[in-house]
């Protein structure tokens, strides 16, 4: 009678273990949301550039199963003052970002821990940069196609995993606003000016730990570093005035670190 019981014990642990193990098999949704910090530098032709460190907040809703879906927004701002070279200068600075990615994942036949995922989407870039004390402030709206991939390398299932986002930014859509204290009283026209086109690109990669008991709400840290390069194209001098010649493309970049807190389910 004991041995019974024994084997019945024994044959629901397995039935139990195998059902979480399939719940988790089939979980297709990952939220996540945490802070991010990084260092940034703006040059805007030959002016002396900004640099200094932001701070901002991340958040993404992914789908991930046999097809890949990510959507997420990014925003960053002053985390302490901006020096623009060596003048008694500061910049204020406000930068978002929304985009939305799709893809296929595809199983590495030689590799079964690694899945590689080609991504395509679109991305919306507000940038405002703003010279103190009151010298100049633009503000520039970008829409950028993302094209590139990504690897999945599982290194403990259910436990522990690496991957590589690489995207090219292939600049569609781009305007900049300028406003010019000291020239209001001025019919200036520099308002939505268009730019030429430009692009960039996105580097980061995810370390994902999960922990918990339930596979049906499985929760997970990651940290993830990342590096931002975006050119932002000169107006286009088809599209504007005499004033607006002058205004050469800006280079901007982002090295930085990301921690994300997140449940699967």
């Not at 821990?113 to 507000?126: K, Q």
């Not at 939505?192 to 008991?213: A, C, I, M, N, Q």
């Amino acid at each position: 009678m004991k041995r019974l019981h024994y084997l019945a014990s024994m044959m629901l642990c397995i039935a139990t273990t195998s059902l979480a193990s399939r719940d988790f098999e089939h979980q297709t949704l990952q939220l996540n949301v945490g802070p991010s910090f990084n260092y940034a530098r703006y040059t805007l032709g030959c002016l002396p550039r900004m640099q200094g460190y932001l701070g901002g907040i991340h958040t993404d809703l992914t789908y991930n199963r046999k097809w890949y879906s990510r959507t997420q927004f990014d925003g960053h701002w002053n985390a302490g003052p901006a020096l623009v070279g060596k003048l008694d200068t500061r910049a204020k600075v406000r930068d978002y970002t929304t985009s939305s990615l799709v893809g296929y994942n595809f199983q590495m036949e030689d590799m079964p821990n690694m899945v590689a995922t080609p991504l395509i989407g679109l991305e919306f870039n507000y940038l405002s940069n703003k010279l103190r004390p009151d010298i100049i402030t633009y503000r520039y709206l970008m829409v950028n196609m993302p094209i590139g991939g990504r690897l999945l390398w599982t290194i403990r299932e259910n436990e522990f995993d690496i991957a590589l986002h690489a995207l090219y930014l292939a600049n569609i859509y781009g305007k900049v606003k300028l406003k010019i204290p000291c020239l209001d009283d001025l019919d200036t026209k520099c308002d939505k000016l268009d730019l030429k086109r430009s692009h960039g690109f996105h580097v980061e990669t995810p370390f994902t730990w999960y922990k918990s008991h339930d596979r049906r709400a499985n929760w997970h840290f990651k940290v993830v570093p990342f590096f931002d390069w975006n050119k932002y194209g000169a107006v286009d001098e088809k599209n504007s005035n005499n004033l607006a010649l002058g205004i050469p493309s800006l280079k901007r970049w982002h090295l930085g670190l990301r921690l994300d807190f997140g449940l699967t389910f």
